[in-house]
């Protein structure tokens, strides 16, 4: 295989989603709009969405155009989601814990 950016990215990527699992630690679920999602301890909200293969999970103020995981390390705002009934909330950057409902964010949220 040749070396480029796009392996580069992918391997990367693989690496990531490996780091947020603690190898050996018991799995629970958490909840997502009407989903039932598998997570490890370790995970933040933002990975155990993208490993159920969901990449938005917020839309915007004024075109509701769709957001999801953009930085991953919490400087930006695109990871907005509602937890636990708080909207705002950086979904990369809170720790996944049993039980927790998470919702989509519809612009700014209902606290704004």
Do not use: E
Not at 11 to 28: D, H
Not at 77 to 105: S, Y
Request: net charge positive; proline share 6%.
């Amino acid at each position: 295989m040749a070396w480029s950016k796009r392996t580069t990215a992918a391997v990367g990527y693989r690496r990531w989603v490996s780091w947020t699992r603690l190898p050996g630690a018991p799995a629970f679920t958490i909840q997502f709009d009407d989903q039932r999602l598998a997570a490890a301890p370790g995970q933040t909200v933002a990975a155990v969405l993208w490993a159920a293969g969901i990449r938005s999970w917020r839309t915007t103020r004024h075109t509701g155009a769709p957001r999801g995981l953009f930085c991953g390390i919490g400087v930006c705002f695109d990871c907005l989601v509602t937890i636990d009934g708080k909207p705002n909330r950086r979904a990369c950057l809170v720790p996944a814990r049993p039980g927790m409902v998470v919702t989509t964010q519809l612009g700014v949220g209902d606290a704004v």
